[in-house]
């Protein structure tokens, strides 16, 4: 399975992106899916995840400015991305569970200027 994301880019706080993931394989057919964060010299965390149902789950800190959404009939998973601050700067990777097996996509750089 690939999976490329697109949609990162230079904002100014207060700003807005979107990142989109698109699957190579149905992702109706994935577990979840979900978007991660890593930012220089922090460990990746998870920033938000939708489940197969549409159960969604997001990292305290993005609660209220993110969405994540999934079009299974595009195979993509965007990431609408609201009131943005500096400290979401980092470089932001898709993340699918296929049958118990993840995926990881090759990340895509959101940095965010105070």
């Known amino acids: 399975v690939q999976l490329q994301a697109s949609g990162g880019g230079l904002v100014q706080a207060g700003g807005s992106l979107r990142l989109s993931c698109a699957a190579s394989?149905?992702?109706?057919?994935?577990?979840?899916i979900g978007w991660y964060r890593q930012a220089p010299g922090k460990q990746r965390e998870l920033v938000a995840s939708?489940?197969?149902?549409?159960?969604?789950n997001y990292a305290d800190s993005v609660k209220g400015r993110f969405t994540i959404s999934r079009d299974n009939a595009k195979n993509t998973v965007d990431l609408q991305m609201n009131s943005l601050k500096p400290e979401d700067t980092a470089v932001y990777y898709c993340?699918?569970?296929?049958?118990?097996?993840?995926?990881w996509g090759q990340g895509t750089l959101v940095t965010v200027s105070s």
């Open positions: 394989r149905s992702t109706s057919g994935a577990k979840a």
């Open positions: 939708i489940g197969t149902g549409g159960s969604t």
């Open positions: 993340n699918a569970d296929y049958d118990y097996y993840e995926y």
